[in-house]
Antibody, heavy 120, light 107 residues
């Protein structure tokens, strides 16, 4: 069955960097647009970034633009989110999600989430 | 960005009740509206896509309707396992945007 497994979360100081990974299995990863969505504790869902099936196109939320980079390695069925210049307000659970609609975000499968805590 | 407004923000109902949650888009989004269910400590789960299509494996007591700016999620007969927070989400345009959520509790 479809599985998305995130890793790489942790506690990091403001201004530092962190890279999340999401390993996919059970579906044709290289055919799907992939997204990151985050959720601060007790808050709603906030979309972060999308990458096209072949990695040629990317789009970011304003909150992530210039600091976060989404990438993928289709040979490893893995999605990444490089987060630089982290801020306290980036503290959240980060989910990777596959999108049946590709670019636009019909999130049909989600990972279990990776907790990122930005604190001094 | 397209703003999504859900109501109510919380709801208390009894087992067997019919429950309705509404979602309004700030601009027309045609049919491009999804509903998700999120239980505490878990990832969201897709329930309804394209406003009215039931995702495979989702119980038939869930249904969705609407087009354009006004949408509805209905649970025909509330079950204890339906206790969760429900989110609508548009994907007519980037960025995809979510409603603020509706927390459903058992009375």
């Amino acid at each position: 069955q479809v599985q998305l497994v995130e890793s790489g979360g942790g506690v990091v100081q403001p201004g530092r960097s962190l890279r999340l990974s999401c390993v996919a299995s059970g579906f044709s990863f290289s055919s799907y647009g992939m997204h990151w969505v985050r959720q601060a504790s007790g808050k709603g869902l906030e979309w972060v970034a999308v990458i096209s099936y072949d990695g040629s196109n990317r789009y970011y939320a304003d909150s992530a633009k210039g600091r976060f980079t989404i990438s993928r390695d289709n040979s490893k069925n893995t999605l990444y989110l490089q987060m630089n210049s982290l801020r306290v307000e980036d503290t959240a659970v980060y989910y990777c999600a596959s999108s049946r609609s590709g670019w636009y975000g019909l999130f049909d499968n989600w990972g279990q989430g990776a907790l990122v805590t930005v604190s001094s | 960005d397209f703003q999504m407004t859900q109501s109510p923000s919380s709801l208390s109902a009894s087992v067997g009740d019919r429950v309705t949650i509404t979602c309004q888009a700030s601009q027309g989004i045609q049919k491009y509206l999804n509903w998700y269910q999120q239980k505490p400590g878990k990832a969201p789960k897709l329930l309804i896509y394209d406003a009215s299509n039931l995702e495979t494996g989702v119980p038939s007591r869930f249904s969705g309707s609407g087009f354009g700016t006004d949408f509805t999620l209905t649970i025909s007969s509330l079950q204890p396992e339906d206790i969760a927070t429900y989110y609508c989400q548009q994907y007519h345009n980037l960025p995809p945007t979510f409603g603020q959520g509706t927390k459903l509790e058992i009375k």
